[in-house]
């Protein structure tokens, strides 16, 4: 079992720039591909970026591309989130997953973190 607990959520200004981190319990969480999802009301989940084990490749979605970056920080048990210039389509729910394979499908995510608010003000 993995327990995800994301940071880092809050209300900022178009252009501003946040840092997401989910801090993974227990150690094991080194040996899985660790995701962030978002989502809006009324829209599905979606793929924002991921990161591979072991060898910590990034992957983005659509969303971030350009503007965010992914890392993970195997000592600490942490991935985070670097998100910058931001817009209010940001605007979301950001998730935090583990998968023992990678993935950009949210279904083939085990863990989820409870999630953290992002609302991005223009």
């Known amino acids: 079992q993995v327990h995800l607990v994301e940071s880092g959520g809050g209300l900022v200004q178009a252009g501003s720039s946040l840092s997401l981190s989910c801090a993974a319990s227990p150690r094991t969480f080194s040996v899985y591909a660790m995701g962030w999802f978002r989502q809006a009301p009324g829209k599905e989940r979606e793929f924002v970026a991921a990161i591979t084990w072991p060898d910590d490749s990034p992957y983005y979605g659509d969303p971030g591309k350009g503007r965010f970056t992914i890392a993970r920080d195997n000592a600490k048990n942490t991935v985070y989130l670097q998100m910058n210039r931001l817009k209010p389509e940001d605007t979301a729910v950001y998730y935090c997953?583990?998968?023992?394979?990678?993935?950009?499908?949210?279904?083939?995510?085990?863990?989820w973190g409870q999630g953290t608010q992002v609302t991005v003000s223009s």
């Open positions: 997953a583990g998968a023992r394979t990678f993935s950009i499908l949210a279904n083939e995510y085990e863990y």
